[in-house]
């Protein structure tokens, strides 16, 4: 469990970093569900004990390679414009 604990730190810390780094980049694409894991990050970090721990994992594995690939592709279009 603490190792669960850890990971979710980390992600966490993830999350706030790429939402610094990505400040403009929400509304060049309008299409990414970016309220959604800012949303999930703030429950977690603020519902104590009240996070679902079902609701954290049916997202983990439902939600996240969707946005994950989504990142992707605002990564390369950020490149190519590098």
Request: aromatic share 6%; charged share 30%; net charge neutral.
């Amino acid at each position: 469990m603490r190792r669960d604990v850890l990971l979710l730190g980390e992600m966490i810390e993830a999350a706030d970093q790429a939402q610094k780094r990505t400040d403009g980049i929400t509304k060049q694409f309008p299409d990414i569900a970016w309220k959604q894991p800012v949303r999930l990050r703030n429950r977690i970090v603020h519902g104590y004990w009240s996070v679902d721990l079902e609701i954290l994992h049916t997202a983990a594995r439902e939600q996240l390679p969707q946005f994950a690939a989504d990142l992707r592709r605002v990564l390369a279009s950020v490149d190519e414009g590098t």
